[in-house]
């Protein structure tokens, strides 16, 4: 558990990419009229989630407002209030809502995280941000020994997580994304696309409650 405080700590003291910075810091001043009476955390936001976990969920990065707001991955955004409730109506959390670190949140045998630790304009990282915190993914992948599911929401997510296993394992796996794929990977690991559960996808209908569940459920049997 040391090992992963510790990382916390790494990743919230990180400053590798100055574009993220400065976008975080300007994030802050200009604030979402309907928070504005709060204090943002603006910083790299850490994974979330216990040591012990058999499953990680990997998202892209903390929303401008969700997580660069409470300092928690998928929390306070609608994308987080989706997923957190399809995670407690399939059994992994205590509770359907995650608005606020501070919330009582608690999640069963799920560690969740991003591939990126900050804010990127307009959501799109660019190549040299996504090796900077690669090895921040690296190190939680090595401290957390027991995964055996990684679950990624979003091409951009399920994109860098296979090119990570694909150079640590000299693999070959196709960057052929499609919901609810499965690739066994090296260490008995096995990655599962997903598409990201943001309120675009959601409206266009890509993905839903029902889809999400089916998906956890399946999850879960693996597990």
């Given at each position: 558990?040391?090992?992963?405080?510790?990382?916390?700590?790494?990743?919230?003291?990180?400053?590798?990419?100055?574009?993220?910075?400065?976008?975080?810091?300007k994030i802050i001043?200009?604030?979402?009229?309907?928070?504005?009476?709060?204090?943002?955390?603006?910083?790299?936001?850490?994974?979330?989630?216990?040591?012990?976990?058999?499953l990680m969920i990997?998202?892209?990065?903390?929303?401008?407002?969700?997580?660069?707001?409470?300092?928690?991955?998928?929390?306070?955004?609608?994308?987080?209030?989706?997923?957190?409730?399809?995670?407690?109506?399939?059994?992994?959390?205590?509770?359907?809502?995650?608005?606020?670190?501070?919330?009582?949140?608690?999640?069963?045998?799920?560690?969740?995280?991003?591939?990126?630790?900050?804010?990127?304009?307009?959501?799109?990282?660019?190549?040299?941000?996504?090796?900077?915190?690669?090895?921040?993914?690296?190190?939680?992948?090595?401290?957390?020994?027991?995964?055996?599911?990684?679950?990624?929401?979003?091409?951009?997510?399920?994109?860098?997580?296979?090119?990570?296993?694909?150079?640590?394992?000299?693999?070959?796996?196709?960057?052929?994304?499609?919901?609810?794929?499965?690739?066994?990977?090296?260490?008995?690991?096995?990655?599962?696309?997903?598409?990201?559960?943001?309120?675009?996808?959601?409206?266009?209908?890509?993905?839903?409650?029902?889809?999400?569940?089916?998906?956890?459920?399946?999850?879960?049997?693996?597990?």
């Open positions: 558990m040391k090992e992963l405080i510790r990382l916390e700590e790494q990743i919230i003291k990180c400053k590798r990419c100055p574009r993220l910075i400065n976008f975080s810091k001043k200009v604030k979402r009229k309907k928070n504005s009476h709060e204090e943002y955390w603006g910083k790299p936001v850490p994974g979330f989630g216990f040591i012990n976990s058999k990997l998202g892209l990065a903390p929303a401008a407002h969700g997580g660069t707001r409470t300092g928690r991955a998928f929390t306070g955004d609608k994308s987080g209030d989706f997923l957190i409730n399809c995670l407690y109506k399939a059994g992994f959390a205590n509770q359907p809502k995650s608005y606020a670190i501070n919330d009582g949140l608690k999640l069963k045998n799920i560690y969740l995280t991003n591939i990126l630790k900050c804010v990127p304009p307009n959501d799109k990282p660019e190549k040299k941000e996504l090796e900077n915190c690669s090895l921040y993914f690296e190190k939680e992948i090595k401290i957390l020994k027991n995964i055996k599911i990684i679950l990624t929401l979003g091409k951009l997510s399920f994109d860098n997580c296979i090119k990570y296993f694909n150079k640590k394992y000299n693999l070959k796996i196709k960057k052929n994304f499609k919901h609810g794929q499965l690739f066994k990977i090296a260490d008995n690991k096995i990655i599962i696309s997903s598409y990201h559960p943001s309120p675009r996808n959601v409206n266009r209908e890509l993905i839903n409650e029902k889809i999400m569940l089916k998906l956890l459920k399946k999850i879960n049997k693996l597990i």
